[in-house]
């Protein structure tokens, strides 16, 4: 009897451990599944805003420049708005799938389509709006915010900046203005010291305090 009793505590200790490491294997599951689809989460919103900015610093180039039959790129890109009802939408200020609008990356000015040359070029000089440090620093900050400080999450945020950037130039069908491609390279830089910075150890952040200390 007594043998009976022991074996029947070893089996139900087994069954305990058993449930305790399959309740462990679902959790760790659950947490992996979770952190993917964070990821993917901020990976697609990364190409949207991407997507979306230079899809406005290329319509801002064509509105800010006098079109001509002999401008064949900007004639293109015309056309690429007309038939893309969602793009020529989001330019227009209306809100798009996912919740992405002008008013969402916060801008409150006139609906881009509705654009003077002159405010069109206005908007994406130096201290304009799109302009390349403006448009960087939203860009970086929109998915620096989304990631957290979350390395992996933030590897995805950029490797979605660089694919969103593809996507625009695909749908723009060539290369984008100059603009673009400077805000591209000021917002990935800004991304990559900000995974630098995480990366680095207690001991690197101690030395740099100590330097600035003694500076």
Avoid at 4 to 23: A, T
Avoid at 88 to 109: M, Q, R, T
Avoid at 154 to 163: D, N, P, S, T
Avoid at 181 to 204: F, H, M, P
């Amino acid at each position: 009897m007594e043998a009976v009793e022991l074996n029947l505590k070893s089996f139900n200790n087994y069954d305990l451990q058993s449930n305790k490491s399959l309740s462990s294997e679902r959790s760790e599951q659950k947490i992996d599944t979770n952190r993917e689809y964070k990821e993917s989460s901020i990976h697609n919103s990364a190409v949207n805003v991407s997507i979306s900015m230079e899809s406005i610093k290329v319509f801002l180039n064509i509105k800010s420049v006098e079109l001509s039959q002999a401008n064949t790129n900007a004639q293109n890109s015309l056309m690429n708005i007309i038939n893309n009802t969602e793009l020529y939408d989001f330019l227009s200020g209306k809100e798009i799938d996912g919740g992405f609008s002008l008013a969402s990356i916060g801008y409150e000015g006139k609906p881009i389509t509705k654009l003077s040359p002159e405010e069109a070029k206005e908007l994406v000089s130096d201290d304009g709006f799109f302009g390349v440090d403006k448009t960087s620093q939203r860009v970086s900050s929109f998915v620096i915010d989304l990631a957290g400080d979350n390395i992996e999450a933030l590897r995805e945020a950029r490797k979605g900046i660089v694919q969103g950037f593809e996507e625009a130039e695909k749908m723009w069908g060539g290369n984008l203005p100059e603009i673009s491609y400077q805000t591209q390279e000021k917002t990935l830089d800004i991304v990559d010291k900000k995974i630098a910075e995480l990366l680095k150890t207690d001991a690197q952040k101690d030395l740099e305090n100590i330097e600035e200390v003694n500076q």
